[in-house]
């Protein structure tokens, strides 16, 4: 074997192939702390671990840098231009310039890629060094440890060190930002100004409106970069704590022995928790603009137009109240949502769990009833919650309309006049920064809400307590395994009480299924075995002392829930130890009462991991009496087996969990109740053997309810009420004639046929000696040639005859079909529906233009045909004050805040009414279409998939395609507005309009194809991973008893990696599109701005400027045009 220190190792199937050693990454963090990958001693391996692949060597281990050195790699992004590297399995943003960097030009080959030949999973890169998840995941942790050992646990924050994980990267970022807001600040207020002062005078010079024109034109290109800059930031702190905090609750739940009642949670943590915490991080350093957007507002406005301002600012400024209110409203609400969403996953995955016993006994519409229960309270939340959230989206747009309404009033009330330079720089100001920042801070509102409820849970789970290693070794070396008066737990008493209330809701649950509105004892002792349990004692074992020599079989025998399965799980150190001693000396393995399967082949179940060795291969399924099965196998053993062995009857998963620890070839063999799920025949076969000879000379527990078998076992323990109650040899107990003899006589009778079953088997054991060789005889060699399909071990398995169960998630291709928007409009109620909240939208957003519209109509009629004396000559009035109509002008402005105002409650309520009822119906419809399904159909979906469907695909569904379709809706009757505004102030406006049109539909037509594969991507990406974590909680007895933590963690974390790329890419992809788009906005506002000033006209003496352009129609169009460039 090649020396591991100079090469990898490359274990597969049944050889080892030699290959060049992992690279190791040793890069930085760019704005916090540098980290340092150190290999293990002896180099590292890459080990094909049954279903999964992945490096095993010590993982870049993370150390706190100092100076100015841990900003290299981040320095390094601002130089301009940069060489990216030519390495295409990895991601080039590490490597890009900083003008690649802010423009995500580094994202343009993916695009292009997608657009001509469409992504693909192998054409998804790799996630960067920096961003990947073991790596964030080490330097959280260690954060996360300092919390607790400087304040304790009870007094940690997770939150503090989710904040002491992010805040340089925060900080630089909410720096950015706040420059790119005084850019903005002085462009809408002093270059527009100007720009609106030049147009007034006839006489102004054109050098000077082409040098306000550039000002303004250079100030949002640099807005533009920091801006853009600020996402980039953003997006990447966001990636790095998503994956930081997922990864770590992952290595919490291995750590664990159990998760009690908060597993019916973990799926919605790592599913639609993990997003929340992305989206708090993403706009959180955008919520610092707020107060200085504010603040310098308010000190323009005064200068603009003095004290009557602060009458509309006041207005202003109670937003921020009512939008904190509305905040914690909904964080409130949504914290209930998400736990009545629990309990709705939960019950989902339990009946998923159990669809075989559902489809048997016909309880679909029972179990449909009940879960239609659940949703039905989930919704009632969701509207509650969705109304506030409407309400706030609406007032976003609306607020600064309505300051401004009241400013203008008072203003003009108090008999000051007003031009179009105060009225349109005002505007200009409120539809800048005002505005933007409301739809960020409603936006806002919820997200860092639901990203702090999700912290909460994160940091629940985080606290639990460890398995505590209280397993020594033995003095006397002779001893496998030895109990020293040791007393054992479950969990802690308020555990079990936090397990028994959460619980509670699933006791109603079931009796909803069965027709009954309380569920019976034995119901509730199922659900919570807790609760009962609680009064009487706390232990689960009392005073255990147990002693197993090493080389014996000792067997365990009880009646049901005696204990004899807690003995097991104490001696594998999975309990909690109250007090006592436990030694133990040598390796184990474990085969649980209820067998753990992996989604794998039967093959890889079997390895789990080891090292593919021919001869112990097949001897191992043929004590296992596995060689019919397998033989009967579409596949042979390369068939796929379902998630939990669903094709599988309960005999063959128990023969493949046991053939699993026969071959791992440990010390210790620790054996729940194996041959209860087998007939009495192959039982006998396997006892004989598999149990009596392949480990006759290895230390075996085995728990049975079979009495036949205890008198081949050197010591019988009886345990009774969590207590060793007897012991000693079968002849011993017997002889006693207490409770042992007792069961071993009820049992004798029934037990007839089986005891001679063995007798038959230990004659046929005795002649066929005790060794075994899978090439004996010819004829068992060509009836097993379907085993394998070589017999060498480092030849590849041909896939060919193996058949594949699962049916890998379908990834539609093309643009999403039309009658896909067809069935959600029908879910919402058809498309009178439809047009209903379209009219909603078009009289909201319609009555905020009018109102501007109307106040260009106000200042352009000035005077009216009012006269005032100047210098003893009458002279045309411009106050509007002096207007005749100045009553009418003032009440018809006065009155559309109340319109403004109703239009947007109306439109909250009708379009919350209708897309809270299309995701209702397509739920119902969904999981009515699921409980109806074939058993084929389960068979060969994952669960983890349609946990993904239920869970984070519904939230999406429910919650945030909702506020998507609205802000869009919102959006789109703005810029058609905007547009109509403009055309009608400069009808020659249309043919630079086109233009820009059609360059926008080439961008987004290439847009659309990318996002669209990547979106796709990750969702597909996202179903293994919840999968694998389901699979994990329902195997943690198994993975820790075989030593196989870490490799479940490399799996995840490489599954998580990819999910995260995929993730990230997507994110760049719309900011792509976003730079691009503002980039001609910015180009359509430099175009107006020659015009404004009219440059070429002046030169060829055509028209004095302000013949051509009046102030009012530049005002209006550049307000109307900022609100396009904003959206």
Known sequence: MADSSKEGIFVEGGGVQTCPPPRLYTPKDPANDSVRSIPKEGGGSMVRHGPYRAYVYAPPQYTPGRGIRKYKTALKNLIPVRKEARQKDVISVDSAGFLSFISFSWMSKYIYKAYRVGLTAEDIPEVSPLDSCDLNAQRLELLWQEEVSHKGPKRASFGSAVWRFIRTRVIVSSIVFLLSLALGFVSSTIFMRKLLEYAEDENGDVMMGVTWALCLTLAEF???????????????????????????????????????????????????????????????????????????????????????????????????????????????????????????????????????????????????????????????????????????????????????????????????????????????????????????????GLKICS???AVLRLQA????????????????????????????????????????????????ALGAMSGRTTATDQEKEKLNPYESSEHQSANVLTNISFQV?????????????????????????????????????????????????????????????????????????????????????????????????????????????????LYANR???????????????????????CILQALKHKTVILVTHHVQYLKHCNQVYMMKDGRVCDHGTHEELMDR??????????????????????????????GDGESFDPGHDAADREKNRRVSSSSQGSEKLDPRGAEQLTVPEMIQKGSIRFDTYQRYISAAGGYYMALLACLCFLLNVGSTAFSSWWLASWIRAGGGNATVFVNNQTMPSHNINDNPDFPMYQLVYAVTIPVILGTSLLRGLTFTKVTLRASSYLHNKLFKKMMHSPMHFFETTPTGRMQNIFSRDMDEVDVWLPITVESIMQNMWII?????????????????????????????????????????????????IISWVGTTVQGLSTIHAFGKQSDFMARFMKMFDENTTC?????????????????LAGDTSRQQNMSADDVANYYFGLHPPSELLKPLHFGSWFCFLLQMNRL
């Open 222 to 444: 640099l807005r533009v970069i920091l801006f853009s800059w600020n996402w980039a930031l953003n997006y990447r702190t966001a990636i790095r704590l998503r994956s930081a905090c997922l990864a770590m609750l992952y290595r919490k739940v291995v750590r664990l022995n159990s998760l009690g009642a908060k597993s019916g949670g973990l799926i919605n943590l790592f599913s639609s928790d993990g997003q929340r915490v992305f989206d708090m991080v993403l706009f959180g350093p955008m919520i610092v603009g707020g107060p200085v957007v504010t603040v310098l507002g308010v000190f323009y406005i005064l200068w603009l137009l003095g004290p009557w301002a602060l009458l509309g600012m006041t207005t202003f400024l109670l937003f921020y109240p009512a939008q904190y209110g509305l905040s914690r409203l909904m964080g409130y609400l949504r914290g209930k949502t998400v736990t009545v969403s629990d309990q709705r996953v939960r019950l989902i995955t339990e009946i998923l769990s159990s669809i075989k016993f559902v489809k048997m006994y016909a309880w679909e519409k029972c179990f449909a009833k009940a879960i239609l229960q659940v949703r039905k309270k989930e919704h009632d939340y969701l509207q509650k919650t969705a109304y506030c959230q409407s309400l706030s989206i609406s007032m976003a747009p609306t607020v600064p309309v309505i300051s401004a309404i009241i400013t203008f009033l008072a203003h003009v009330g108090a008999g000051n006049s007003l031009t179009a330079a105060q009225a349109f720089s005002l505007i200009a100001y409120m539809m800048r920064h005002m505005q933007p920042l409301l739809h960020l801070g409603c936006e806002f």
């Open 451 to 453: 990203g702090r409820k």
């Open 461 to 508: 789970i985080l606290l639990l307590e460890d398995i505590v290693p209280y397993i020594t070794r033995p003095i006397d070396r002779t001893q496998a395994i030895c109990i020293s008066v040791g007393t054992f737990s479950w969990d802690s008493v308020a555990v079990r009480r936090s397990s028994a209330a959460t619980e509670k809701s699933d006791v109603s």
């Open 549 to 661: 020599a090493k080389g014996q079989l000792i067997g365990v025998c009880g009646q049901v829930g005696s204990g004899k399965t807690a003995l097991l799980l104490a001696a594998l150190g999975q309990l909690h130890l109250s007090s006592g001693r436990v030694m133990r000396d040598g390796s184990c393995a474990y085969v649980s009462q209820e067998p753990w399967i992996l989604n794998a082949s039967l093959r890889n179940n079997i390895l789990f991991g080891e090292s593919f060795d021919s001869k112990r291969y097949y001897e191992t399924i043929y004590r296992c009496s596995l060689s019919q099965d397998i033989n009967m196998l579409p596949g042979g053993d390369e068939t796929e087996i379902g998630e939990r062995g669903i094709n599988l009857s309960g005999g063959q998963k128990q023969r493949v969990a046991l053939a699993r620890a």
């Open 667 to 689: 010390d210790i063999y620790l054996l729940d109740d194996p041959l209860s799920a087998v007939d009495a025949r192959v039982g006998a076969h396997i006892f004989n053997r």
């Open 737 to 766: 004639e207490q409770d042992y003899a007792v069961m071993v006589k009820t049992h004798s009778s029934e037990t007839g046929d089986q005891s001679q079953c063995v007798l038959e088997e230990e004659h046929l054991l005795v």
């Open 976 to 1024: 058609l507005f905007a547009i109509l505004f403009v055309c009608l102030a400069f009808p020659w406006f249309i043919i630079p309009l086109l233009v820009l049109a059609a360059i926008y539909y080439v961008i987004s037509k290439v847009f659309r194809v990318s996002v669209r594969d990547l979106k796709r991507l990750e969702n597909v990406s996202r179903s293994p």
């Open 1063 to 1079: 993730l990230y890419l997507c994110c760049i992809a719309m900011r792509w599109l976003a730079v691009r788009i503002d980039t």
